[in-house]
């Protein structure tokens, strides 16, 4: 069972800033929230995660609320080659890399 | 580091055949996951292998099996094949499971 919930599709503008949210509103505490997002038939791609504290790395940051029950992917600077679908996955450590993937949130930059 | 390689890249076969595909994980990564994509099921959780052993299987027939070699490197097998089983597969690595995964580029199979 998919334990996320995104939104089927988002456009962006080229340049501007893309904010995916996610729902993960039954997020345990040892749950970590990951992003992955896939090109059209190439494998997913990690982007980020994060257990409580917001994260940032060179591709995105990743913003997660104080009850953890939903989380931000943010693109600070969406190009054509960010277009993608992004997947939001929680996941327990140690669970042999059991990751649900949801239907994820089909993003289109638009020029 | 090389990246996650999976072999062959495309494969057709027909009903009934077998198919055998390979995983050559992250080096010094010893845990290795395999999903399936289909555009009607999404992406779902097919096993994961860690130090040679099953250690986790998701809700799929018996057809579907899989092994890991003492280099890590894994394969899946799967037997009697069906037109439903047509679907991209992946394999994933990490260093011992249940960390972040690192997907290869898949294995595009068809199933005649």
């Known amino acids: 069972d998919a334990k996320t919930t995104q939104p089927t599709s988002m456009d962006c503008a080229e340049g501007r800033a893309a904010n995916l949210p996610c729902n993960h509103s039954?997020?345990?505490?040892?749950?970590?929230v990951y992003w992955y997002r896939q090109i059209h038939s190439q494998g997913p791609q990690y982007i980020i995660h994060?257990?409580?504290n917001n994260e940032t790395n060179e591709m995105a940051s990743l913003i997660i609320t104080e009850d953890r029950k939903s989380s931000t992917l943010i693109l600070p600077h969406a190009t054509l080659r960010d277009t993608a679908v992004y997947y939001c996955?929680?996941?327990?450590?140690?669970?042999?890399?059991?990751?649900?993937f949801g239907t994820g949130t089909s993003l289109t930059v638009i020029p | 580091k090389a990246g996650v390689t999976q072999t062959p890249r495309y494969l057709i076969k027909t009903r009934g055949q077998q198919v055998t595909l390979s995983c050559s994980p992250i080096?010094?990564?010893?845990?290795v996951s395999w999903y399936q994509q289909t555009p009607g099921q999404g992406l779902q959780f097919l096993f994961e292998y860690f130090s040679e052993t099953q250690r986790n299987k998701g809700n799929f027939p018996g057809r579907f099996s899989g092994r890991q070699f003492s280099n890590s490197r894994s394969e899946m097998n799967v037997s009697t094949l069906e037109l439903g089983d047509s679907a991209l597969y992946l394999c994933a690595s990490s260093q011992a499971g249940g960390e972040t995964q690192y997907f290869g580029p898949g294995t595009r199979l068809l199933v005649l």
């Open positions: 039954t997020i345990s505490g040892n749950e970590y």
């Open positions: 080096s010094g990564h010893r845990s």
């Open positions: 996955i929680v996941s327990y450590p140690n669970t042999g890399n059991q990751f649900y």
């Open positions: 994060g257990l409580k």
